[in-house]
């Protein structure tokens, strides 16, 4: 079973909180940069077609 | 120090009067405007924007042609710079979410066919550095290498910092046909912007690269809270460094950075700037680099190409995401500008 969503991909804040709309549209034109399982910051490299992120605890994301 | 427009000239001419000037100057004679003269352009207002876009087009088609140069590029190594260019989200130096991760070879000649795959007759490889050490240079004779023997039909460029002439030469060397160092900004705003080198260092590696028989690639990021007169210096320092190619950025805002706050260029500003850079540099590529997506649009976009743009990034950047390339090749397609072909960039 996969771990809930707790934190927003871009600003690494808790989703609970509100005001994430902007971080849903920012999320359209850039990768997401904190995991949303556990908020460390991944590693992530953008090449011209894709993206992948990665995070040490939580595994590989990579663009759908 | 360069003079203001109204040093050079005494009096404002009426604002139509500059295009007229244009029209005769660049467009028939080819003779670039000079930096009183881009000042009166950017100055113009959006009632003459149409017919500023139709001439900065016109000169691009007369001096440079239809084609359209496409290119991608990749970050070889991500975050983590020393410098503390104020736009930047690679910089080690600001609480930016971005971290520090290379590329390996494998992983980067995937991304050369990512680019080749799209058309594009040119893959320009980047690392967030000052200046690039052993390491970084091991593994660009490693990459290019990999790259040319896998990826046919693709030029490489590099876009590795502040060089010194061994690595200049080492470059020349591995084959790299293109080399990108920007000026960013107008010397006398660059100390707004970064503070950790100089303008003129930079200046200095591009001079270097010129004289290297590499091509020149050095463009700029507009609406990081410059002056129009500071942004007609810099078209004229960009005229006077004679880039074979001038890629414009416009500042995408980063979380974390300096300039993270600064809002966006509005879209109209945006094409007058590129039709003044176009009437400031005639013959130059002009490319579209980071940042269109967000302030111009999907109409913006086509307005630019035919306001004096003639080159694209497509697909990502280094680390924002961009346009799907088939969108901008459609975008091509449907304004009849063919995809420059390799054989004719040699």
Known sequence: ?64 | MSATAEEQHGTTPPASDILAIAREQVLERGVPLDEAQILQVLRTGDDLLPELLELAHEVRMKWCGPEVEVEGIVSIKTGGCPEDCHFCSQSGQFTSPVRSVWLNIPELVKAAEQTAATGATEFCIVAAVRGPDERLMSQMRDGVRAIKESVPGIEVAASIGMLTQEQVDDLVDMGIHRYNHNLEAARSYFPQVVSTHSWEERWDTCLMVRESGMELCCGCLVGMGETVEQRAELAAQLGELQPDEVPLNFLNPRPGTPFGDLPLMESSEALRTIAAFRLALPRTILRYAGGRELTLGDLGTREGLLGGINAVIVGNYLTTLGRDPQEDLDLLADLKMPIKALSSSL
Do not use: N
């Open chain 1, 1 to 64: 079973m996969s771990e809930a969503q707790v934190y927003c991909g871009h600003c690494g804040e808790a989703l609970d909180a509100s005001g994430h709309d902007a971080c849903r549209e920012r999320l359209r034109m850039e990768p997401p940069r904190f995991c949303v399982h556990c908020r460390r910051r991944m590693q992530v490299q953008v090449t011209p077609t894709s993206w992948t992120a990665r995070c040490v605890e939580h595994g590989e994301l990579s663009s759908p």
